[in-house]
């Protein structure tokens, strides 16, 4: 009987030990990012390091909401998101822990960091304009503002106000200018719409191809992904529309940027595991896979655009702290509403 017992303990600890081992070898992701680039990377540093990436992909929100109803129970390691105003609202909720780590702190450029680090920018792009190359003259362009000029009257092209990618820009116009210019600016931009809004940045691109406007704003990889593209149609589309960053003068803010980002789960049962996946994504290496698959920015200084990216020149870009995109988001929100933007 006592060899019955001892041969069971030593077997639940064998046991044990081998499912730390495994637990010990894995990394687990809840992701916002759908990109292709996204399952290289992981194959890679599944190559260089023997640990299994898992991913479980959902919108933001209900990742947030699945790690709130989890708690301490979540397997989650790492939480992606596709906007900086959802990384903030994880960390509001107390949701993520410090990501500490003197080689991703050497990885990023020091004005793309979290000033409380609680998430990591691995990308970044730039919401930008571009416009018809046979209707629009680049001189006539200059910011955000410029585009409620009544010149612009059933010329611009843009996606829906449910998009996380308007409410990161109308969040912040909202910082940097307040709630009521920003009410003025949506209200005007409404007005000079050439259709409701519909469709992804993709869509907008192609219907200034289709000569349905003029100008629209999109995010910068859109346009290296239709330029890039083996198919017709969107190559095409992308080779009719110039690209041009807004709010570049001296005394202005700046194109405004948006970064996908990475956070630390605050139970994450594989930190080290963890934050080794993020040293990863943020060294030279994988940087230069994102800008030449996804056509993202990078956000190691030591990483240039690619050819199609950097072929638009450099830019200023918005220095605002990241998270005021999450901050000023229910806002955004009620000023959409408020001045009609479908």
Same mark, same amino acid.
């Given at each position: 009987m006592k060899k019955t017992i001892i041969f069971c303990l030593t077997t639940l600890i064998l046991s044990s030990c081998a499912d730390q081992a495994k637990k010990s070898n894995e990394v687990n992701l809840y992701s916002q990012r759908h990109y292709t680039v996204d399952e290289k990377q992981y194959e890679a540093f599944e190559l260089e390091t023997g640990i299994k990436v898992n991913v479980?992909?959902?919108? =933001?929100?209900?990742?947030?909401?699945?790690?709130?109803?989890?708690?301490?129970?979540?397997?989650?390691?790492?939480?992606?998101?596709?906007?900086?105003?959802?990384?903030?609202?994880?960390?509001?909720?107390?949701l993520l822990q410090p990501l500490?780590?003197? $080689?991703?702190?050497?990885?990023?450029?020091?004005?793309?960091?979290?000033?409380?680090?609680?998430?990591?920018?691995?990308?970044?792009?730039?919401?930008?304009?571009?416009?018809?190359?046979?209707?629009?003259?680049?001189?006539?362009?200059?910011?955000?503002?410029?585009?409620?000029?009544?010149?612009?009257?059933?010329?611009?092209?843009?996606?829906?106000?449910?998009?996380?990618?308007?409410?990161?820009?109308?969040?912040?116009? $909202? =910082?940097?200018?307040? =709630?009521?210019? =920003?009410?003025?600016?949506?209200?005007?931009? $409404?007005? /000079?719409?050439?259709?409701?809004?519909?469709? /992804?940045?993709?869509?907008?691109?192609?219907?200034?191809?289709?000569?349905?406007?003029d100008i629209a704003i999109v995010n910068s990889y859109y346009i290296g992904l239709l330029l890039?593209?083996?198919?017709?149609?969107?190559?095409?589309?992308?080779?009719?529309?110039?690209?041009?960053?807004?709010?570049?003068?001296?005394?202005?803010?700046?194109?405004?940027? /948006?970064?996908?980002?990475?956070?630390?789960?605050?139970?994450?049962?594989?930190?080290?595991n963890a934050i080794k996946l993020v040293e990863f994504l943020t060294s030279e290496s994988a940087q230069k896979r994102y800008v030449n698959t996804s056509y993202e920015y990078s956000v190691n200084p030591l990483v240039k655009p690619s050819a199609i990216v950097g072929s638009w020149g450099e830019f200023k870009r918005d220095s605002l702290d990241l998270n005021q995109l999450g901050v000023h988001r229910n806002t955004a929100i009620k000023i959409f509403d408020k001045s009609a933007w479908k």
């Amino acid at each position: 009987m006592k060899k019955t017992i001892i041969f069971c303990l030593t077997t639940l600890i064998l046991s044990s030990c081998a499912d730390q081992a495994k637990k010990s070898n894995e990394v687990n992701l809840y992701s916002q990012r759908h990109y292709t680039v996204d399952e290289k990377q992981y194959e890679a540093f599944e190559l260089e390091t023997g640990i299994k990436v898992n991913v479980i992909k959902a919108n =933001a929100d209900e990742l947030i909401e699945r790690l709130k109803n989890e708690g301490e129970n979540s397997p989650a390691d790492l939480f992606v998101s596709v906007d900086a105003g959802k990384l903030q609202k994880a960390g509001r909720l107390n949701l993520l822990q410090p990501l500490e780590s003197s $080689v991703i702190n050497s990885n990023i450029s020091e004005d793309l960091k979290d000033l409380n680090n609680l998430w990591v920018p691995i990308t970044y792009r730039a919401r930008i304009m571009v416009y018809s190359k046979d209707r629009v003259k680049v001189e006539e362009l200059s910011t955000y503002s410029a585009l409620t000029d009544a010149k612009w009257k059933n010329r611009v092209l843009v996606r829906s106000s449910s998009n996380a990618y308007n409410q990161a820009l109308l969040s912040s116009i $909202v =910082a940097n200018k307040g =709630a009521d210019y =920003a009410l003025s600016w949506a209200t005007s931009l $409404v007005n /000079n719409f050439s259709r409701d809004p519909k469709g /992804n940045d993709r869509d907008q691109v192609k219907a200034i191809a289709a000569g349905q406007g003029d100008i629209a704003i999109v995010n910068s990889y859109y346009i290296g992904l239709l330029l890039s593209s083996e198919k017709e149609e969107e190559l095409k589309a992308g080779q009719s529309v110039g690209v041009f960053f807004p709010n570049q003068g001296e005394n202005q803010s700046g194109s405004h940027i /948006n970064i996908s980002g990475i956070g630390l789960a605050k139970n994450a049962p594989n930190k080290e595991n963890a934050i080794k996946l993020v040293e990863f994504l943020t060294s030279e290496s994988a940087q230069k896979r994102y800008v030449n698959t996804s056509y993202e920015y990078s956000v190691n200084p030591l990483v240039k655009p690619s050819a199609i990216v950097g072929s638009w020149g450099e830019f200023k870009r918005d220095s605002l702290d990241l998270n005021q995109l999450g901050v000023h988001r229910n806002t955004a929100i009620k000023i959409f509403d408020k001045s009609a933007w479908k």
